[in-house]
Structures are given as C-alpha cells and as structure tokens.
C-alpha cells in the first residue's frame, strides 16, 4: 500500500521549533518532490515548502520565509521540515504530498498524486 505518514507534531510555545516528517511506505522517494502544505481551521489549504528529487527547494509561505528548513534522507525514504522561531498563527495541521520530480514554481495541488493524513501542530503559550 503507498503511503505516506507524518509525524512530530505538538503542541509548542511561540519561539519554539519543531521538526516534522514524512515518511513513505509501499514506494520510493527518490524521484518524487516532496511538498508540504499546511490547512488552519477555517482556512484553504496552502503551500508552505517543497523539495525536488534532488534536493532543490522552494518555500511558498511567505510568513514563514527564514523559517523553514526542508530536506530529505532518501536512504531513510523520510523528508523532514524544520520550523523555528513558530508563532501562533502557525497553527495548522501539516501535510505532505508526493509529485514528480520537480517542485513548480506554485504549489497547485492538483499535482500531487499521494497526501499523508496530516500532523497538527498548534502554538501557544
């Protein structure tokens, strides 16, 4: 079965930093770009960073821009999204999804073939 699961969500302080990952099963990672979206309640879903097969990266969420730091260990099938110095208005749940190779120059998630369930992570004092 093809999957993907992430995990390191929580809840934080503001300022605080988070590691979050997306694990594969059932297919291999290494010609996909890996994007991460991110949907708060009441919110569409938006683009948040996204790593290419290669290692490239692109980052949409212009509020979290210094923020993020996305890479991939293609030898663990995992992609991780750092994220520091979080705010409140971080809180969403966050989502990977798998497309080909390359990352576009706007997250149009329509070209995403896999979506993991989604982690929460919620910031607050």
């Known amino acids: 079965q093809l999957q993907l699961v992430e995990s390191g969500g929580g809840l934080v302080q503001p300022g605080g930093s988070l590691r979050l990952s997306c694990a594969a099963s059932?297919?291999?990672?290494?010609?996909?770009?890996i994007g991460w979206f991110r949907q708060a309640p009441g919110k569409e879903r938006e683009g948040v960073s996204c790593?290419?097969?290669?290692?490239?990266?692109?980052n949409y969420a212009d509020s979290m821009k210094g923020r993020l730091t996305i890479s991939r260990d293609n030898a663990k099938n995992t992609v991780y999204l750092q994220i520091n110095s979080l705010k409140p208005e971080d809180t969403a749940v966050y989502y990977c999804?798998?497309?080909?190779?390359?990352?576009?120059?706007?997250?149009?998630?329509?070209?995403?073939?896999?979506w993991g369930q989604g982690t929460q992570v919620s910031v607050s004092s």
């Open positions: 790593i290419n097969s290669r290692g490239g990266m692109t």
């Open positions: 059932g297919f291999t990672l290494d010609y996909y770009a």
């Open positions: 999804a798998a497309k080909g190779f390359y990352c576009s120059a706007y997250p149009h998630r329509y070209e995403y073939y896999y």
